[in-house]
């Protein structure tokens, strides 16, 4: 950004000029009018003074200036180049930058037209990704309430005998516009709009349904579910979820709740005493997606995690690299130091769970064993 000083009576563009900048006014006063055809005089449309900006319409839209700007005064201009204005809409929420371009465009009509003219005219347009995306976002809010956001099953295995010790329940969208959706392709829009949290309860009511289907010992297989970084900041969750287990008669071990280092990061003021209070109700905790970032070895001694979920990422390639299986076999050891459980995530074949099994690992889940089913698929599968 630069500063501008005029004199009065300079003209700063004209109508139809191109739009590469717009301009704060620090000080003075600027006159915008519309130069039309055939007129003795210019039409004027605004005055503005300082905490005003203008010709911010051509750097939206990419259109020519739609109207002539003159000092009236000895005016201080501050410049906000195109790129900056640009990439501020880009980085903003869809809505708004759709909302904004809509405007821009009404706008123009409005000043191409003259008073006479002023009439509830139809108008019409594509919808841009933003309105899309309130459309889609209604779309979602339904499905909830219609039942067609449902979870499906994958198994975590004992690697020595392929017995199932208890499942991860992951949310698909079954949209009858849409068809059947898996996670990133509707879960990013759900945590922008908070509708994720309803998700993430609907999720885990029906996912502890399925669990009491299992039996309601502590030793019948347990169920994984995701909350999302939403509910480290909502205090009612630790109550929600021990009502549910009185609702559907389960012990509290039965169930663990899945985080995310990210989320940690991002909530950790907030995550620990949430997780305390959840393990002090003896449900467990896991630490899902370890490896996929800078994985903070603090959050195994300073949070009440009492399962590790190693990412796949850290196993690809495990055969070939000496290096790789020695960092894995630290970390178990360390967990096991740390009385925390170690399942890895994304086994896809023979090869892998026989290393990690040399490793000392003994719990995983992936396409080796089930990749994640519909319920009753899913339980077909386990009891064939």
Known sequence: MLTRDIAAGEVIFRQGDAADVAYLIEAGTIQIRHDSDGECEARRLARLGPGEVFGELGVI????????????????LVM???????????????????LMRKLVGR????????????MAALQSSDFGPGFEEVLRERDMA????????????????????????GYESLARWRSEKFGLMTPCDFLPLARRTGLIRRIDLTMADRALNICAGFGRDEDAPFMAINISAWHLR?????????????????????????????????????????LAELRDCGIRIALDDFGTGFSPL????????????????????????????GVLEGLRELCARLDIEVIVEGI??????????ELGFTLGQGTRFAAPRAVDEALRKAAS
């Open 80 to 98: 906000v180049r195109a790129e900056k204005i640009q990439q501020s809409i880009a980085r903003s929420d869809p809505f708004f930058a759709e």
């Open 348 to 357: 896809e074949t023979e090869e892998t769970t026989g290393t990690l099994l």
């Open 298 to 325: 603090a959050f195994l001694y300073r949070l009440p995690i009492d399962i590790l979920k190693i990412d796949g990422s850290m196993v690809e390639g495990i055969q070939s690299s000496p290096r790789q299986r």
């Open 61 to 76: 839209d990419g259109e020519p200036r739609s109207a002539s700007a003159i000092a009236e005064t000895p005016a201080r």
């Open 142 to 165: 339904e499905g909830i309430i219609r039942g067609e956001i449902e979870p499906f099953l994958q198994p975590i295995v004992d690697l020595r005998t392929g017995a199932i010790q």
């Open 234 to 274: 909502d205090r009612t969750l630790v109550d929600t979820l021990k009502r549910m287990l009185v609702q559907h008669q389960l012990p509290p071990r039965r169930i663990c709740v899945e985080i995310t280092e990210t989320m940690l990061i991002d909530e950790t003021s907030d995550a620990d005493s949430m």
């Open 107 to 118: 706008l123009r009509k409005t000043r191409a037209i003259g008073d006479s003219e002023m």
